[in-house]
């Protein structure tokens, strides 16, 4: 699955890097488009040759806006690509302009353009009242309904723009159709006392997609106050610590950003496409894509991978979050045909996640039911961290209850949980295996070396024993630790106060107080008269422990 990611996000880098001052292609390489010119509503097919059988071939559609219309990963079909794009019929997602289109598979690369116009053959890719000749449209362009062509790098930002009030400042509509924020209105926002500063979007630029810049020495500004800086727009805020993008402090860049929470028929079909093989994944309509570019000059680069996460939370409508599970809902990464889990939580009708870059994210449910636990008293659990994908059947159908669990096994998927909780040190990640007889390259060789790094679950004289099964004590040692260490107690499992169990002389001298702080704490329960803790866990019993250790969520 590692490999998997890091090959996907190769390619999309890849393609993100592109910009129409692309290299021209090697020869074998060609791309096509169908027409010249097409209109809002109608179709377009973007075509090639050259690529190799089943090779992958990344394309990018820029817009006339600069920003990302299109990202997809095609597979090439004896040599042979195409790809039919319906174009949006709303004029806020499909500007009149020109469109550049650009394809690339291993080093060889190509692009094409064509213009989205209001009537063919009429060679004006800016008809009408719309924005006649003009970058501003004037009175046609209300609350920036359409954000217009805006240039490569637009004109200048003012550095008065906007207006600062303490540690909050609001961007100005700026006559080509972008939000802009000058570097003196931003640096008066940064002076103030506080960790951070606020930049209030209008809820309308989230519908439209319409651009905020600001400079990027504003950027470096943060970094070198240590200011977090906060995006908020109606019901979405996202939090960007000092650092998180990178910038210079050239005083001639530009940082924009563009923000959308638009369910386009391109976000849905992308969704579609992601969850087609799997019937337990549901759309809930939720989406989100974020565009962080660098302008300087005339060039313009994608800023995709962030130097530290941010953290994006939404507020769902009434309407949605009386749609959604909060124990089924996660957000999930867009990756051209695929979806991967980005983590997330729904609580009170808030979703919350912590993305590491940014691109087009989709809240999804999975409700994963696998047949051996139709009526079992684990199938909550188990298809709460299903949803997490802290946890996986032992095939497509079947989970497997009643199996004994690993010391491995049992590292995995608790580690899966912390992570899933966002609160694991990034010093934890890459430690040195501790233990000798814990192989490189093995699936738990990760999160075992992290949990030893953490505290979380310990060896035996230099040897963890990743194949032995673990018992019902261990596990109380390792669940108590991580509760104690990431402050995850309180969870699902209620407190029960002090037990006496029939069975506790034969509880290990070294986990008599976990046990005890188990069984307290709601996460392990015996069988009502004992704890057996020498018996190993099963399957059933890791997913109801892990459940409880995990905080409750309402929708």
Do not use: C
């Amino acid at each position: 699955m590692n490999a998997v990611r890091k090959y996907v996000a190769a390619v999309m880098l890849w393609i993100l890097a592109l910009s129409p001052a692309a290299g021209y292609a090697a020869a074998s390489f060609e791309l096509a488009v169908s027409a010249k010119e097409v209109l809002r509503g109608g179709t377009i097919t973007l075509s090639g040759t050259g690529a190799g059988n089943d090779a992958q071939v990344a394309v990018k559609i820029v817009s006339p806006a600069r920003t990302t219309f299109y990202v997809d990963v095609l597979t090439a079909t004896h040599g042979s690509y195409a790809k039919t794009l319906t174009i949006p019929s709303d004029p806020a997602l499909a500007p009149y302009g020109t469109y550049t289109v650009i394809a690339g598979s291993g080093s060889a690369s190509a692009q094409k353009t064509f213009a989205v116009v209001e009537k063919l053959g009429s060679g004006n890719e800016n008809p009408g009242n719309e924005n006649p000749g003009n970058e501003n449209p004037g009175n046609n362009n209300p609350g920036n309904s359409n954000p217009g062509t805006t240039p490569a790098n637009g004109s200048p930002i003012p550095s008065g723009a906007g207006k600062a009030s303490g540690s909050v400042a609001q961007p100005e509509l700026s006559q080509d159709g972008r939000y802009v924020i000058g570097a003196d209105t931003m640096d008066a926002a940064i002076k103030q006392p506080g960790s951070s500063v606020t930049i209030e979007l209008p809820a309308a630029a989230l519908k439209n997609g319409t651009p905020l810049e600001l400079p990027a020495v504003s950027f470096k500004s943060l970094g070198d106050n240590n200011r977090e800086l906060i995006l908020s727009a109606g019901d979405l805020k996202i939090q960007l610590p000092a650092g998180a993008i990178p910038a210079s402090g050239d005083a001639q860049s530009k940082v924009r950003l563009t923000l959308n929470t638009s369910l386009t028929n391109d976000a849905q079909s992308q969704i579609d496409r992601s969850i087609r093989s799997d019937a337990s994944y549901k759309s809930t309509g939720v989406v989100l894509s974020v565009n962080i570019q660098l302008l300087s000059g005339s060039t313009s680069s994608d800023i995709h991978n962030l130097g530290k996460p941010a953290t994006v939370t939404i507020k769902l409508t009434p309407e949605q979050a009386a749609a959604i599970s909060a124990r089924t809902a996660g957000v999930y990464f867009l990756n051209g045909d695929q979806a991967e889990y980005a983590g997330g939580t729904v609580d009170g009708g808030v979703l919350t996640f912590k993305p590491k870059h940014f691109s087009t994210y989709a809240v999804l449910q999975y409700d994963k039911r696998f047949a051996d636990l139709a009526s079992h008293w684990s199938e909550t659990a188990v298809r709460s961290l299903a949803a997490k994908h802290i946890v996986t059947g032992v095939d497509a159908t079947h989970y497997e209850p009643s199996r004994s669990i690993t010391r491995a096994e049992f590292a995995t998927i608790l580690m899966r949980a912390v992570d899933w909780k966002g609160e694991a040190p990034a010093t934890a990640a890459g430690t040195a295996q501790p233990f000798k007889d814990v192989a490189a390259g093995q699936y738990y060789a990760e999160p075992v070396a992290m949990a030893s790094a953490l505290g979380i679950l310990s060896g035996y004289d230099g040897v963890f024993r990743p194949n032995d099964k673990i018992t019902r004590e261990e596990a109380a040692v390792a669940l108590v630790r991580a509760a104690k260490y990431f402050s995850l107690s309180g969870g699902s499992g209620a407190s029960a106060g002090k037990t006496a169990f029939a069975d506790q002389a034969d509880i290990s001298a070294w986990a008599i107080a976990a046990v005890e702080q188990a069984s307290t704490q709601g996460l392990m329960q015996g069988d009502g008269k004992q704890f057996n803790p020498k018996s190993p866990v099963v399957r059933a019993e890791a997913a109801a422990m892990i459940d409880r250790l995990l905080p409750v969520a309402t929708n």
